[in-house]
């Protein structure tokens, strides 16, 4: 069975070098939704928490909401660095709350100080979703993303990979200690 949650992002970005208006820098809010699959966890008959798997993977995509994402190759990256720099925002400022852990792989690197996401491919939706797959991978037993921003939509699926012992009583990842990090429960290792 899945568990299945959904969220928004909303972000700047644009296709350097592609022939349309897309190559104009411009917004969307961007809709993504992952889905979990595993068995049922009989104690709290459930698969996973909704809420815990929004908690997880917005952890990290947080670092996308309200942020510029530009290709690494882009012109405008050194230009609005500049003017970060020049505003003195370049490094963080007081109301930039929405910071996420920063993170670098081979996708993409954030700079959550300057909400700012540096990717390797343009973004499109397509490309969106293997940046998140990459960052969540090993966290959450993805078996599909779809994400949909504006007219463009795109899915992928994916093969369970992770076995995740869950708690009985609150159903969340245990820790490897086998002592549930919500509600104390502990399993009996003999
Ligand atoms: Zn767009
Ligand atoms: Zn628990």
Known sequence: MRSITTFDLQYAHRFYGFRGEAQY?????GTLTIEVEDSVNSGVNMVFPCNEIKKTAW??????????VLRKDDPLLPAVLDVYEKQGIRNGAPNNELRGPAFRTELATAYPECRLVVTEETLTVEGMIKIVYDLLKDKLNIVRLTFTS??????EKYEPHLHIERCPLCGIALQENGVCPKCGYKKDIK
């Open 25 to 29: 820098l411009h917004g969307h809010t």
């Open 59 to 68: 952890e990290v995509l947080k670092n996308f909401d309200h942020a510029l």
């Open 150 to 155: 504006g007219d463009n939509a795109a899915s």
